[in-house]
């Protein structure tokens, strides 16, 4: 049964940056796209970024200049740093497989909140 | 800018059918799009209800259909139950892992 965990510090200060990371159990990290995405409070969700297993990666245009995915094959996991944090980014974020099409298993969330 | 637009909201009465929507500002939804859907309920993670326009996950009731209805993707739900209220999501694929998620319907079964 394939599952992710998200793990990662549930607070974190404006203009610092967010660091979380998945571990994936019950599918290798190969061979899948494997995405990052967030809903904040009481809203819809937004794909973030992914990352494939060979390390391609691609990311939201409006997160990009701010974003960094990473993958460690060895452990199956793989990481997003969201740097320059603000209120807006206050969510729960999403670790989850893409088979590509649609991702399809996910992570049961982390709320990650940015406050002072 | 992608944009994918779905009603805020729908009422439907239990055994009643609701389809919902999914839209783009771009033009058509296709299948090329691959489009799927969500049902997510408060504090849990989305559940992948259908992917690749109409193929339903495991275990998903067959009450549920994805389609495209002239120039969208929809979900039907037909015999709604109780616990089919909730938010639903579509997503489209972009291609290279890619996602736009819509804005999400909520459905109220009373």
């Known amino acids: 049964q394939v599952q992710l965990q998200e793990s990662g510090p549930g607070l974190v200060k404006p203009s610092e940056t967010l660091s979380l990371t998945c571990t994936v159990s019950?599918?290798?990290?190969?061979?899948?796209?494997w995405s990052w995405i967030r809903q904040p409070p009481g809203k819809g969700l937004e794909w973030i970024a992914y990352?494939?297993?060979?390390?391609?990666?691609d990311y939201n245009p409006s997160l990009k200049s701010r974003v960094t995915i990473s993958v460690e094959t060895s452990k199956n996991q793989f990481s997003l740093r969201l740097s320059s944090v603000t209120a807006a980014d206050t969510a729960v974020y999403y670790c989850?497989?893409?088979?590509?099409?649609?991702?399809?298993?996910w992570g049961q969330g982390t709320l990650v909140t940015v406050s002072s | 800018q992608t944009v994918v637009t779905q009603e805020p909201s729908f009422s439907v009465s239990p055994g009643g059918t609701v389809t919902l929507t999914c839209g783009l500002n771009s033009g058509s939804v296709s299948s090329n799009y691959y489009p799927g859907w969500y049902q997510q309920t408060p504090g849990q993670a989305p559940r992948t209800l259908v992917y690749n326009t109409n193929t339903r996950s495991s275990g998903v009731p067959d009450r549920f259909s994805g389609s495209i209805l002239g120039n969208k993707a929809a979900l039907t739900i037909t015999g709604a139950q109780a616990d089919d209220e909730s938010d639903y999501y579509c997503?489209?694929?972009?291609?290279?892992?890619?996602?736009?998620f819509g804005t999400g319907t909520k459905v109220t079964v009373l």
């Open positions: 019950g599918s290798s990290i190969s061979g899948y796209y």
């Open positions: 997503v489209m694929y972009m291609g290279s892992g890619t996602y736009v």
């Open positions: 990352i494939y297993y060979s390390g391609s990666t």
């Open positions: 989850a497989r893409g088979n590509p099409v649609i991702p399809d298993y």
